[in-house]
T-cell receptor, first 111, second 115 residues
């Protein structure tokens, strides 16, 4: 089955700096790669996603890049703010719509 | 956007008892729903795929006789944790495909504590 690795597990940045989280996947059949933000005790919230036929997507301060050949994708957050502090998960979706999640990154943005 | 609800939001039960968690799609139909389990400070792990009108498919290592899934209608899937034990204490989250491309809608989760 699919295996998703996510790095780093924790990330601390100063407010205004950029944050980058990277994920790799193993199944070349995976074709959809969402990123989620999860606050404690709450459901994952989709923040951006990318399909396998696209290399890059941007939404204001958030961007995602995908390298299908290398099987890795990355989340980029620019101009970080304290409210960006949360746990971020990458995921890869493949056969039958099943998603495999990375282990998560705890992002802390220091004011 | 589409809404998925779960009930209850939290439940405490005694060891050995069973507890049922409901997942509903409120404004759309879902022939498929997914059940995840999330232990503290860990990731979401897919437990099973719930299919309306047919048997659920379980991920490797998930006991189908312990985690009973019933997808009785196009808007309701239930997960019953049978003979619950303290190690079953976790955050259980369901999701349903939006029907638009690939996006999933997640329920708010159910916090299960087994004493």
């Amino acid at each position: 089955g699919e295996n998703v690795e996510q790095h780093p597990s924790t990330l601390s940045v100063q407010e205004g700096d950029s944050a980058v989280i990277k994920c790799t996947y193993s199944d070349s059949a995976s074709n959809y790669f969402p990123w989620y933000k999860q606050e404690l005790g709450k459901r994952p919230q989709l923040i951006i996603d990318i399909r396998s036929n696209v290399g890059e997507k941007k939404d204001q301060r958030i961007a995602v890049t995908l390298n299908k050949t290398a099987k890795h994708f990355s989340l980029h957050i620019t101009e970080t703010q304290p409210e960006d502090s949360a746990v971020y998960f990458c995921a890869a979706m493949g056969f039958a719509g099943k998603s495999t999640f990375g282990d998560g990154t705890t992002l802390t943005v220091k004011p | 956007g589409a809404v998925v609800s779960q009930h209850p939001s939290w439940v405490i039960c005694k060891s050995g008892t069973s507890v049922k968690i409901e997942c509903r799609s409120l404004d759309f139909q879902a022939t498929t729903m997914f059940w995840y389990r999330q232990f503290p400070k860990q990731s979401l792990m897919l437990m099973a795929t719930s299919n309306e009108g047919s048997k659920a498919t379980y991920e490797q290592g998930v006991e189908k006789d312990k985690f009973l899934i019933n997808h009785a209608s196009l808007t309701l899937s239930t997960l019953t944790v049978t003979s619950a034990h303290p190690e079953d204490s976790s955050f259980y989250i369901c999701s349903a495909p939006s029907g638009r491309a690939y996006e999933q809608y997640f329920g708010p989760g159910t916090r299960l504590t087994v004493t």
